[in-house]
């Protein structure tokens, strides 16, 4: 699986879901901090990622334009932490110390178990330009194994995508 923008060169590739990102955070910090409006979270710690991209990827979607996206105009961003793995964001808003914007495909097992919340429920997503993609070869026969294993994973994506 590849997240990012197509076309991939030199293989072939089957679109699983695209990508929406919008605010979680704990239902602690929800419930002490005054998170009613996105005008609330310049107050917040936000937290980041530092996403490596190829020379040749547009610059993945972060704070800076979901802001612009829910139509607040920031000339310097509020306090932010920055993270190399998505993962230790997601421990930090979990244990309540920011909010992060997130991919609905990498959260949604915290948001059903209630670690995470979405402050402003359905509200403010942004769409994201990157979608996640199965790569496979190019051209040649499939093993009947891993033709089987594609059609359950497009499955799986089609059930996934009617729950987010």
Not at 12 to 40: G, Y
Not at 82 to 95: G, N, R, V
């Amino acid at each position: 699986m590849r997240y990012g923008q197509g076309p991939w060169p030199g293989v072939s590739s089957q679109r699983l879901f695209e990508d929406t990102l919008f605010p979680v955070c704990s239902p602690t910090l929800l419930a002490q901090a005054t998170i009613k409006s996105p005008s609330d979270l310049l107050t917040q710690t936000l937290l980041t990622v530092d996403w490596c991209t190829h020379a040749n990827q547009r610059h993945i979607p972060g704070w800076s334009d979901w802001f612009k996206a829910v139509g607040i105009a920031i000339s310097k961003m509020p306090n932010q932490r920055q993270y190399s793995l998505y993962s230790l964001a997601l421990d930090q808003a979990i244990a309540g110390q920011g909010v992060v914007l997130a991919s609905y495909p990498l959260v949604a097992d915290r948001l059903a178990s209630g670690v995470l919340v979405r402050p402003f429920e359905e509200h403010y997503p942004l769409i994201s330009p990157f979608a996640y993609d199965l790569i496979l070869p190019p051209d040649g026969e499939m093993p009947p194994a891993v033709g089987r294993f594609t059609e359950w994973l497009a499955q799986e994506a089609a059930l996934f995508r009617n729950t987010s």
